[in-house]
């Protein structure tokens, strides 16, 4: 007690002159901090860093300044390393890993890092990422309150986010933390000390929509698909011409590849004289697992590779299907399913909930069950087959009704 009759603020210092580590009160009972002297900081002049501890309990913080002021002798300790904050990291995280995804990938990371950023904040220490703050996150996104840039949404304008949708925003930033503990900075430490949010729960989709595009479906969109125009604006010129897509119906029917890996195919990637109908190499900045293949093409994709020659012969790396405003650029993901969604219309087909491109790489592995996994797999660009077998193959009628009709009878050996 001070002299006035008001409680000290309790403090502790461990460690020599030079490699002292205090930890101490900012108020009576109120929560620990410690600090240690830096020669680096204030361009070299020195001075104190601090960090928040985080709890009140003084035995501990004893035993955390006992420790790091071991370590600060051995030249490392937790409070004089540079803070880290939660928009450094995921700065960091953008600069280094993001750049090595595809194009749809890194706009997703970009998306969910000025998410993250704006509702956690920009100096908010990724240590101190509670278990209260994650909930509050899935409750928020879930009820549509905070949308998927990190703003605030409008009573009135909130949709319920699925499940899986939430997941995924989740499990970024757990895989941003987990690379925090990998990646060291230009002082050779490790920009987090540990994941703070492993073990936290994640929501899962207890009936998640997978459909798929039947065969009947894709004649029907076939039949429509070449009254899908678009506007080019080629050499400064427009012109409404047929879209592209006839063509890209008829390789996602016949490879089983994503759209976006379609939408990017170079002329450099059709190998006509590979394999008995030849073959199209699968680049590897297209690919979601970052792996170049190349799949033998079957009759619906070779008559569709040659249609695009006969009517566009290109070579080189000129994009098979290039973008109606810039020749220089692929289409976008964006302007097919657009495309798409008109075909639908006009054969009088209702779009299947939660799918529009994707349904058609289900089908192409559903009506592959009968082959071995590994070969679909690999010619579909699966580098998991469980992955396949989990999320991409679908029961259907025919399979089901042979398994239930195909049962062998079973009898006991007599002596």
């Known amino acids: 007690m001070s002299r006035n009759g008001k409680r000290k603020c309790w403090s502790f210092a461990a460690g020599e002159k030079g490699s002292t580590v205090t930890v101490y009160e900012r108020e009576p009972g109120g929560l620990l901090y410690a600090r240690a002297l830096d020669p680096k900081v204030a361009g070299g002049k020195g001075g104190y ?3 928040s501890l985080g709890h009140r309990d003084q035995v501990r913080a004893k ?10 002798r051995e030249g490392y300790s937790e409070i004089a390393q540079e803070r880290v904050t939660l928009a450094s990291l995921v700065a960091e995280y953008v600069a280094h890993r993001t750049s090595r995804k595809t194009t749809d990938q890194q706009m997703e990371d970009k998306r969910r890092g000025k998410m993250w ?3 956690l904040g920009s100096h908010k220490d990724p240590h101190l990422i509670s278990l209260g703050e994650w909930e509050e996150f899935i409750d928020l996104r879930t009820s549509g309150a905070l ?6 949404t409008p009573v009135e304008q909130r949709r319920v986010v699925r499940n899986r949708t939430v997941a995924a925003d989740c499990l970024w930033l757990r895989q941003v933390l987990n690379w925090g503990t990998k990646w060291r900075n230009q002082n050779g430490h490790y920009l987090l000390r540990e994941n703070p949010v492993r073990g936290y729960p994640v929501p899962r989709e207890k009936n998640p929509r997978r459909p798929v595009a039947s065969t009947d479906r894709y004649e029907r969109i076939r039949a429509v698909s070449d009254q899908v125009l678009m506007e080019v604006r080629w050499n400064g010129h427009r012109e409404n011409q047929r879209s592209y897509l006839s063509e890209l119906v008829d390789l996602a029917q016949g490879t089983g590849r994503r759209i976006t890996a379609i939408c990017s195919l170079r002329y450099e990637d059709i190998l006509l004289n590979e394999g008995p109908r030849g073959s199209i190499r699968w680049a ?34 000129a994009y098979v299907f290039p973008s109606p405003k810039d020749r220089e650029r692929p289409i976008s993901k964006d ?3 657009s495309w798409l969604k008109k075909a639908e219309q006009l054969a009088g087909l209702p779009k299947q909930e939660g799918s529009l491109w994707h349904a058609y790489r289900r089908g192409w592995v559903t009506a592959r069950k009968h082959l071995p996994d590994v070969d679909v797999a690999q010619a579909g660009g699966w580098k998991d087959v469980s992955v396949l077998k989990s999320c991409y193959q679908r029961p259907d009628d025919e399979t089901i009704l042979a398994v239930v009709e195909g049962g062998r009878e079973l009898r006991e050996r007599r002596a």
Do not use: F, W
């Open 147 to 152: 949308a998927a840039d990190g703003t605030s």
């Open 335 to 337: 302007l097919a399913s």
């Open 63 to 72: 035993t955390y300044a006992l420790e790091q002021s071991a370590k600060l």
């Open 117 to 119: 950023v704006r509702y």
């Open 284 to 317: 590897s900045d297209t690919d979601k697992g970052g792996r170049e293949t190349v799949a033998p093409m079957n009759a619906t994709a070779r008559d569709a590779v040659d249609r695009v020659l006969e009517e566009r012969p290109g070579i080189g790396r």
């Open 49 to 51: 860093r601090r960090i």
